[in-house]
């Protein structure tokens, strides 16, 4: 067998070997977004700039390697997640050469959790906690990744002369505080710059954090195409479609 074909039995392929693969590919990815995250605050070190790199080296290489697989290479370049992958390494570069801290644009390498069809497709098979909580699961790692892009953002543009966590903790409960529209008031944006992130996080960033924290706190629809009319979610205790009013037929796990 060619390399490319063992990699694209890898990738793609529906065996257990290939799910351990992605498995530890996602392994890999909450290793990287943790190191991001608690990285943010620090000054940039010779020790810090070669794990960087290093990490920049693998993610390049996984991205070469999905490239050079792929059937479509277009419609995979525009993947969110890949993006999110070009993004990451362009700061990795970019940071060090023009002393910029970008730190908000590596934590973007969360967008890689979960995301990935395959990735689904195997925790959908090999978990049944998945399965039952899918989109809850969705929707919290989404929160995730909007708070700590946005707590980064935040963080580079207003606290960063703040040395260490402390700073990065101040940004954290600024973003939050804005983001659930508590506003304590104790930590303001003075500069106009700050006052304008303030007001894009406000307009843009409450709907779809509320979304967010609702669909977890709330309880998920579930998937089930009705027949006639093709709605595809429905209340978990539903009998009837809203939209047509035809008869469902949920499956349920049965009786203990």
């Not at 991205?63 to 370049?77: C, E, S, Y």
């Not at 506003?183 to 992130?197: E, F, N, R, V």
Request: charged letters at 20%; proline letters at 4%.
């Amino acid at each position: 067998m060619s390399f490319r074909k063992t990699l694209d039995a890898l990738y793609t392929g529906r065996d257990r070997r290939a799910a351990r693969f992605r498995y530890g590919l996602m392994a890999l990815d909450v290793a990287t977004i943790l190191f991001f995250i608690l990285t943010a605050p620090l000054a940039p070190t010779p020790v810090l700039l070669a794990a960087e790199a290093v990490i920049g080296l693998v993610i390049a290489a996984d991205l070469l390697a999905r490239f050079w697989i792929a059937a479509d290479r277009w419609k995979m370049l525009r993947q969110a997640y890949t993006l999110a992958d070009i993004v990451v390494l362009l700061s990795i570069i970019a940071e060090p050469l023009f002393g910029v801290n970008l730190a908000f644009l590596k934590v973007l390498r969360a967008l890689r959790l979960i995301h990935s069809y395959r990735v689904l497709r195997d925790l959908r098979r090999d978990t049944a906690f998945f399965r039952d909580h899918e989109h809850t699961i969705i929707a919290a790692v989404d929160l995730f990744v909007f708070i700590f892009v946005a707590t980064s953002m935040v963080f580079v543009l207003l606290f960063d002369a703040e040395p260490g966590f402390a700073g990065y903790v101040d940004a954290l409960y600024f973003t939050v505080a804005t983001l659930t529209t508590t506003g304590y008031g104790d930590i303001t944006p003075i500069s106009p710059a700050g006052k304008l992130l303030s007001v894009a996080m406000m307009v843009i960033g409450v709907a779809l954090f509320f979304r967010l924290a609702r669909a977890i706190f709330v309880p998920p629809k579930i998937s089930h195409r009705c027949l006639d009319c093709g709605l595809n979610r429905h209340d978990p205790d539903a009998v009837h479609c809203k939209h047509c009013g035809r008869t469902l037929r949920i499956e349920t796990g049965g009786a203990d």
